[in-house]
Nanobody
Framework: QVQLVEFGGGLVQPGGSLRLACAAS????????MGWYRQAPGKQRELVAT???????NYADSVKGRFTISRDNAGNTVYLQMNSLEPEDTAVYYC???????????????WGQGTQVTVSS
């Protein structure tokens, strides 16, 4: 079994900062990529940022220069540092990981439970 547990959401004023974390645990052989997605009310889930095992990083245009994604050395935890937050960043943020399980052959998508980020004065 594989679990993704997220930490760090909350309420912040415009211009403020938050840091999200997501830890993967369980029967994991390898994690090929980790990332963050978000879903605002009435909208589809969208990519925020991803980081693959080789280190390549991809950001949505709307967060470039404000958000930073990183992984710890063990590779099982991904972080999202969010600066200069705007009301438009308000959403539920979901962690995603592309994982090959122990004794498994294929990569599967796993999702965290989601954490609410609200940017409001």
């Amino acid at each position: 079994q594989v679990q993704l547990v997220e930490f760090g959401g909350g309420l912040v004023q415009p211009g403020g900062s938050l840091r999200l974390a997501c830890a993967a645990s369980g029967s994991i052989a390898s994690i090929n990529a980790m990332g963050w997605y978000r879903q605002a009310p009435g909208k589809q889930r969208e990519l925020v940022a991803t980081i693959i095992s080789g280190g390549a990083i991809n950001y949505a245009d709307s967060v470039k220069g404000r958000f930073t994604i990183s992984r710890d050395n063990a590779g099982n935890t991904v972080y999202l540092q969010m600066n200069s937050l705007e009301p438009e960043d308000t959403a539920v943020y979901y962690c995603n990981a592309k994982i090959v399980r122990n004794r498994g052959l294929y990569e599967y998508d796993y999702w965290g439970q989601g954490t609410q980020v609200t940017v409001s004065s």
